[in-house]
């Protein structure tokens, strides 16, 4: 088995060639089967934001494995792979693990140290665990990159500089206007980016803040915590009228706001000077904006020299956390060299409680006259002698299978124990429990689409109906 990691982020490829590889958080499920479905496919998790869009996987042959992924992102987001190829990168086995954790740990980010991507990975590795995509190895590394990222911001000072994407926006709206009073800024989007970047600008003194959402609830909730207003969705080019910055972060997967659309409202404005800055990705605002009289144009990527000043605490508190990176991959190392011994060590004690057990039954046989009392004694004690005789066994059967020839250990180990025939049984049940599991999952897409037709007959049924 193999680790590998195959992607893109912001550092390989622009916006434009990011926003047509993001995946559409409800067809994630769906492209995790698909992803799952390849021969060799063993496990996967798909970790896709606004910057990144890599696939995870354990595979059991590295190099075929690349190129299914190739016609796997060719096929699912229809783009030739001539044109994505050069931006992708692959990592493996130690590699792709380091990278895991840095990512984890957001120093792979734009932003060094931001928060936001530990919870997006997390939410990634559960969604997959929920798909049934995860097994015993991404199940173990996933966790302990989640848990050294969060013991890197618990002990470290990297996330405690105000460093964001949605900080950088409005560090550049503050550079542009000197002061946000007076101002009045129209947020397009309530999600999480939004609400960072309306903490920001209201800290920052905003006057007056908009916000535009498709969903008016959520558009007013975000507008009561800092004092703003909410606008329908409808009206939202009466905001750009109004407004001398708009920032834009919705999960639309088309242009919000197009040229024309902006043209027309800019003649309401009387040549007031519109500052734009787009961070999502897909890209909200059509680029030949930028070409208008009077507008300033400005997307993620412009964003990264913003945070330069505010970097350098963070780099130095980056080296700290490295070395936690190190030592968590050292156990991981470790714990993977033991993987081996796992059956072996429970053959053996499952062996042992076996015998412990007969002796039990043919000892009780021959003493029935003992009493309840002196039968728990002589079970605890005799059960103490078995577990003192394999302690030191088995301590020494994990250091060797640890070592460079740990393979050889763990055969001689199993022969010299008379365990063959123990995990030739367990490997059967194994197989066994597994066939039961995939059966299970077909039944249950069976059922799933079954209900599905169902559903459609009785509704085209009621339009029949209703129909005569």
């Known amino acids: 088995m193999h680790i590998v990691v195959v992607g893109l982020n912001y550092r390989s490829a622009p916006v434009e060639i990011r926003e047509k590889f993001a995946f559409e958080q409800a067809r994630l499920p769906e492209a995790l089967q698909q992803l799952g479905q ?30 299914y992924i ?34 984890a740990c957001g120093l792979d980010s734009m932003i060094i140290g931001e928060t936001q991507i530990l919870g997006q990975v997390r939410d990634a590795f559960l969604l997959a665990q ?41 560090e550049l709206g503050r550079r542009i206007f000197g002061s946000f009073e007076g101002k009045t800024v129209l947020l397009v989007g309530a999600g999480k980016m939004s609400e960072l970047t309306a903490k920001h600008l209201h800290s920052g003194g905003t006057s007056r803040v908009l916000v535009a959402n498709r969903t008016t609830a959520r558009a007013e909730e975000l507008a009561g915590k800092f004092g703003g207003k909410a606008i329908p969705y409808e009206r939202l ?21 197009k040229k024309e659309q902006v043209a027309s409202a800019l003649q309401k404005r ?27 144009l400005y997307d993620i990527d412009d964003l990264e020299t913003i945070v330069a000043g505010n970097l350098e605490q963070r780099r130095s508190e980056a080296v700290v956390i490295e070395s936690m990176i190190d030592a968590e991959l050292a156990s991981f190392a470790q714990w993977v060299k033991t993987l081996g011994v796992s059956p072996v060590i429970q053959a053996l004690q499952a062996k042992s409680a076996l015998i412990h057990e007969e002796t ?23 059960k ?31 022969k010299l124990f008379a365990l063959e025939d123990a995990l030739a049984e367990q490997k059967a049940l194994e197989a066994q429990l597994e066939q039961t599991r995939k059966r299970v999952a077909e039944l249950r897409k069976q059922t799933e689409a079954a209900g599905s037709d ?15």
């Open 38 to 67: 390849m021969k060799c496919m063993l496990e996967s998790v798909i970790v896709s934001t606004c910057n990144r869009t890599e696939l995870y996987m354990v595979v059991d042959r590295e190099h075929v494995c690349t190129h």
């Open 384 to 414: 103490s002698i078995v577990n003192q005789m394999l302690r030191d066994p088995i301590l020494r059967i994990k250091e060797l299978s640890a070592e460079r020839r740990g393979d050889e250990a763990i055969e001689m180990f199993t």
């Open 237 to 257: 080019l009466e905001g750009v009228a109004e407004a001398d910055i708009v920032i834009s972060s919705t999960g639309a997967t088309e242009y919000v706001l």
């Open 270 to 296: 009387k040549s007031r000077p519109l500052f734009m800055i787009d961070i999502a990705v897909p890209r909200d605002i059509e680029p030949g904006i930028s070409e208008l009289s009077n507008v300033f």
């Open 360 to 382: 039990m039954d043919s000892l009780l046989n021959k003493l029935p006259d003992l009493d309840e009392r002196q039968v728990k004694v002589i079970r605890k004690l005799t």
């Open 130 to 170: 929920r798909e049934k995509m995860t097994g015993t190895m991404f199940n173990m590394l996933f966790k302990m990159a989640i848990t050294t990222a969060k013991r890197a911001h618990a002990e470290t000072s990297v996330g405690e500089n105000p460093v964001s994407v949605s900080y950088a926006a409005v």
């Open 70 to 103: 190739h016609g796997f992102l060719e096929r699912w987001f229809d783009v030739p792979r001539a044109q994505f190829a050069k931006h992708l990168y692959t990592h493996e086995r130690e590699k792709a693990m380091e990278h895991l954790f840095r990512v």
């Open 454 to 468: 169902a559903v459609a007959f009785g509704s085209r049924s009621g339009e029949l109906l209703a129909g005569s």
